[in-house]
């Protein structure tokens, strides 16, 4: 087959699913849309799944996909951002499947470079790079993978999961081409009794069972940091089952593979990051009394899965404390240590 027919094949044969959850997301779904209708891939459905919104989402949505027969709109009962996506897998037809946030940036050529790649490498799952923008501060950083990958499972777990770690990569699906085989054969969905990190989980989950890999160094996503009433920075309850589920799947992918020391080190060492982040919330939840907040944080100290992640992560200086805060057990020092922290280094 010679190059032009290649292309064509591509752009024609395979289509792609890009599926969209929404929820109250009235002031981006213009430029949601604008970005989707810019692809520059010819075989594409758009689903917006309109998650229970209350303001003018499903209106809007609505609206946005009349006269374009690639939009497909589902209206559900609010149920969080996990049972969107499925509900999105659910409903769409394509040979792959790509998740895109509402409030974030595509650029036109991400699809059409992407599934070229899946094509050519018959690739389960290709990732890609992205930038992240800081909307509080303004900062707006490259986050440069440095090199590609082309390979199996273990070559990935040997040649490429550290760095993907580092930088992120292996985390979100909105930096992910699947194809569509691949997550129904492996019954790959998201677990919507996690509340928070869903992401990693179902991230973890999926680098167990994919078989062809593909990594791509190039960036298509713009990501964009909103510290005001994002999960991330609040307390949450059931954070810390969510991240310890993901450091079970995690080691369990680690197990797959004989040499692997180095790699449970490092999700033991993004295992600690998640859970001294959740420590610093339960500090400074004012809405729930210190006695219950002792309690919660002396739970997390002497949680054995958190001990043992305590004793295999490579922290750095800052976390030395609370490390051995954690390990003798002292969650009142934990406790008072986070709450100088909160009104000291604003």
Same mark, same amino acid.
């Given at each position: 087959?010679?190059?032009?027919?290649?292309?064509?094949?591509?752009?024609?044969?395979?289509?792609?699913?890009?599926?969209?959850?929404?929820?109250?997301?009235?002031?981006?779904?213009?430029?949601?849309?604008?970005?989707?209708?810019?692809?520059?891939?010819?075989?594409?459905?758009?689903?917006?799944?309109?998650?229970?919104?209350?303001?003018?989402?499903?209106?809007?949505?609505?609206?946005?996909?009349?006269?374009?027969?690639?939009?497909?709109?589902?209206?559900?009962?609010?149920? %969080?951002?996990?049972?969107?996506?499925?509900?999105?897998?659910?409903?769409?037809?394509?040979?792959?499947?790509?998740?895109?946030?509402? #409030?974030?940036?595509?650029?036109?050529?991400?699809?059409? #470079?992407?599934?070229?790649?899946?094509?050519?490498?018959?690739?389960?799952?290709?990732?890609?790079?992205?930038?992240?923008?800081?909307?509080?501060? %303004?900062?707006?950083?490259?986050?440069?993978?440095?090199?590609?990958?082309?390979?199996?499972?273990?070559?990935?777990? #040997?040649?490429?999961?550290?760095?993907?770690?580092?930088?992120?990569?292996?985390?979100?699906?909105?930096?992910?081409?699947?194809?569509?085989?691949?997550?129904? #054969?492996?019954?790959?969905?998201?677990?919507?009794?996690?509340?928070?990190?869903?992401?990693?989980?179902?991230?973890?989950?999926?680098?167990?069972?994919?078989?062809?890999?593909?990594?791509?160094?190039?960036?298509?996503?713009?990501?964009?940091?909103?510290?005001? %009433?994002?999960?991330?920075?609040?307390?949450?309850?059931?954070?810390?089952?969510?991240?310890?589920?993901?450091?079970?799947?995690?080691?369990?992918?680690?197990?797959?593979?004989?040499?692997?020391?180095?790699?449970?080190?490092?999700?033991?060492?993004?295992?600690?990051?998640?859970?001294?982040?959740?420590?610093?919330?339960?500090?400074?939840?004012?809405?729930?009394?210190?006695?219950?907040?002792?309690?919660?944080?002396?739970?997390?100290?002497?949680?054995?899965?958190?001990?043992?992640?305590?004793?295999?992560?490579?922290?750095?200086?800052?976390?030395?404390?609370?490390?051995?805060?954690?390990?003798?057990?002292?969650?009142?020092?934990?406790?008072?240590?986070?709450?100088?922290?909160?009104?000291?280094?604003?």
């Amino acid at each position: 087959m010679n190059g032009n027919k290649r292309v064509e094949s591509i752009l024609i044969g395979s289509k792609v699913s890009i599926i969209v959850p929404i929820y109250n997301g009235e002031n981006y779904i213009d430029n949601c849309v604008n970005n989707l209708k810019k692809q520059t891939y010819g075989n594409l459905e758009f689903v917006l799944v309109d998650d229970g919104s209350t303001d003018k989402t499903p209106l809007k949505c609505d609206e946005l996909a009349k006269g374009d027969s690639r939009f497909k709109v589902i209206h559900k009962a609010n149920g %969080g951002l996990s049972t969107a996506r499925n509900a999105g897998i659910k409903a769409s037809s394509g040979d792959y499947v790509y998740f895109y946030d509402v #409030d974030d940036d595509i650029i036109p050529s991400l699809v059409e #470079d992407n599934v070229r790649l899946a094509e050519e490498h018959n690739a389960d799952v290709v990732m890609f790079g992205f930038w992240y923008h800081n909307l509080d501060t %303004g900062e707006h950083k490259d986050n440069i993978l440095g090199r590609g990958f082309v390979g199996n499972g273990e070559e990935f777990f #040997d040649d490429y999961l550290q760095l993907a770690v580092d930088r992120e990569v292996f985390n979100a699906p909105w930096n992910k081409i699947y194809r569509r085989s691949f997550l129904d #054969d492996n019954n790959l969905e998201f677990l919507p009794e996690y509340p928070i990190y869903e992401d990693i989980i179902f991230s973890v989950r999926m680098l167990k069972k994919a078989e062809k890999i593909v990594v791509n160094d190039n960036m298509y996503y713009v990501y964009y940091i909103r510290s005001a %009433g994002s999960l991330i920075t609040k307390y949450v309850d059931g954070y810390f089952d969510s991240v310890t589920y993901f450091y079970d799947n995690a080691l369990d992918y680690c197990r797959l593979h004989a040499d692997n020391s180095k790699q449970i080190s490092k999700f033991s060492t993004l295992y600690v990051r998640l859970v001294t982040n959740n420590l610093k919330q339960i500090s400074n939840n004012e809405n729930l009394e210190r006695a219950t907040r002792i309690r919660l944080i002396r739970n997390i100290c002497h949680n054995e899965k958190f001990r043992s992640a305590l004793k295999l992560a490579r922290l750095e200086p800052r976390k030395i404390f609370v490390k051995a805060f954690a390990l003798t057990g002292n969650a009142y020092a934990v406790y008072r240590m986070y709450r100088f922290l909160s009104k000291h280094y604003r």
